[in-house]
């Protein structure tokens, strides 16, 4: 069965430093999504792709975070700097884009800045 | 915009007994999409039974129904003959039907149900 990949699945790192999220999402799904999840809290949508488009990154914290999907496939969420409050959960998602909109989700990658 | 409700961060039911999961929700919008994703510890999230709004017979999945009450604004979860690998945390999410953002999803804060053996 198709899934969404991420990685890492973990990352460590000290604050003020680079980190990078990798998601591919399910062949053939022309929507992608890259969630927050803090810990005992829901999903927060940060940026929407729609091909190699940004539909929406109204949420994403464009001073340090940056997300890219180059050729409509893959794509990768960047921080820089991070941050304490940065540590989370980052859920990378994917959708047919037509239809009732089930999201597929990834395992996320967990983040923790020291 | 939307928002989503869920006021029952933690609940637990034994074994084969039924739970109730409870989700509120606000929008303007008349017709829309009601979901609930299931986060099982250390897994992905994955969709458990999804209603749409203009469908007056509530979603059923095998074990898992659902009360949709329009009026009321209301989506709450029944899980029935409940089983030790439905232990998970619990989302209820909106998505309109049309529209800008009509492909994204919002979600509650979550339940965390466990089943006791």
């Known amino acids: 069965e198709a899934e969404v990949a991420q990685s890492p699945r973990y990352k460590i790192t000290e604050k003020s430093q680079a980190v990078a999220f990798w998601c591919d999402p399910i062949?053939?799904?022309?929507?992608l999504y890259w969630y927050r999840q803090i810990l005992g809290q829901g999903p927060e949508l940060l940026v929407q792709f729609q091909d190699e488009s940004v539909v929406d990154d109204s949420q994403l914290p464009k001073d340090r975070f940056s997300a890219e999907r180059l050729k409509g496939v893959d794509s990768t969420l960047k921080i820089q700097p991070a941050e304490l409050g940065d540590s989370a959960m980052y859920l990378c998602?994917?959708?047919?884009?037509?239809?009732?909109?089930?999201?597929?989700f990834g395992e996320g990658s967990r983040l923790t800045v020291l | 915009a939307q928002t989503v409700t869920q006021s029952q961060p933690e609940m637990s039911v034994q074994e084969a007994e039924t739970v109730t999961l409870s989700c509120t929700y606000d929008?303007?919008?008349?017709?829309?999409?009601l979901f609930w994703y299931k986060q099982p510890p250390s897994r992905q999230m994955i969709l458990v039974i999804r209603q749409e709004a203009y469908k007056q017979q509530n979603a059923t999945e095998n074990r898992f129904s659902v009360n949709f009450q329009k009026a009321a604004k209301s989506f709450s979860l029944k899980i029935s003959d409940s089983q030790l690998g439905d232990t998970a945390m619990y989302f209820c999410?909106?998505?309109?039907?049309?529209?800008?953002?009509?492909?994204?999803?919002?979600f509650g804060k979550g339940t965390k149900l466990s089943v006791i053996p």
């Open positions: 062949s053939g799904h022309a929507t």
């Open positions: 929008t303007s919008e008349s017709n829309y999409y």
């Open positions: 999410a909106f998505r309109p039907f049309l529209g800008a953002g009509s492909y994204q999803l919002t």
């Open positions: 998602a994917s959708s047919p884009g037509v239809g009732t909109g089930e999201l597929f």
